[in-house]
């Protein structure tokens, strides 16, 4: 019977033995089966990771090189919009931004080729640009037509006809006035030599034009002068 019990302990001991051998083989397995799934896991994060970056990067270093060659003056650049997320939002945006200055510019364009009847269309009120062209645009416009209304006041004989300066700022003013100054600096001699013969004609020869003036208006007055002079010697011997 002891014999029989030895070997019965002898055998719980074996299979206890074997069944714990078999516990730590399959730890083994479990802790080399987690590292592995783990470093599959990190690969695909890291893969992950670097696709997303890609996504995000790429296009900002385009847009990145587009606002360079703007801020240069070159609005030849082509937006890609390349998703449909915050990222292609801003791609489009930046689209948008390159279309109006484009639009500005040829309103610009046009302003410097004379024709002033051009329809822009701010985007918004803070749109100064557009506000500024628009507001240029309507000067010159103003501009045009007190200088042709001056042109064709002169034409017809209207010579105290002015253009009201004080409705234009800064150089706009400094047109307007000079071309003020200017009309009555050539009108101012007429008028005086005309007031001398209109004297002359009602039998005063006494008059005579007294203002210095320069130039072509000096020879004027001496002309006028001369033949007032001649008349009132000749009617004088007479």
């Known amino acids: ?11 719980i001991t074996d299979k206890c033995a074997s069944s714990v051998k078999e516990m ?4 083994d397995s479990s802790k080399t089966l987690i590292i592995i799934i783990t470093f599959i896991f990190l690969g695909l994060s890291i893969t992950i990771a670097v696709i997303a970056a890609g996504r995000i ?7 990145t090189s587009n606002a360079y060659e703007i801020s240069k003056g070159n609005m030849e650049v082509e937006i890609k919009i390349s998703s449909n997320d915050e990222i292609g939002e801003l791609e489009s945006s930046f689209q948008s931004m390159v279309n109006n200055i484009k639009e500005q510019s040829a309103a610009v364009n046009m302003i410097a080729q004379g024709n002033l009847d051009i329809q822009i269309i701010p985007k918004s009120d803070k749109d100064v640009l557009s506000h500024s062209i628009i507001k240029v645009s309507t000067t010159l416009q103003n501009l045009v037509k007190d200088l042709k209304s001056l042109t064709d006041s002169a034409l017809n004989g209207l010579l105290d006809v002015r253009a009201n300066a004080t409705i234009y700022n800064g150089g706009y003013n400094e047109i307007v006035s000079g071309l003020n100054q200017t009309l ?6 007429i008028k005086e030599g005309t007031l001398v013969l209109q004297k002359m004609a009602e039998g005063n020869f006494t008059e005579r034009v007294l203002t210095d003036f320069k130039g072509d208006h000096q020879i004027l007055k001496k002309n006028i002068n001369t033949v007032c002079d001649s008349l009132s010697s000749i009617l004088t011997e007479v």
């Open 24 to 27: 730590i083989d399959m730890t």
């Open 1 to 11: 019977i002891l014999a029989e019990i030895n070997l019965l302990d002898s055998e």
């Open 184 to 189: 009555d600096a050539v009108i101012h001699p």
């Open 57 to 63: 990067t790429n296009p900002i270093k385009r847009l």
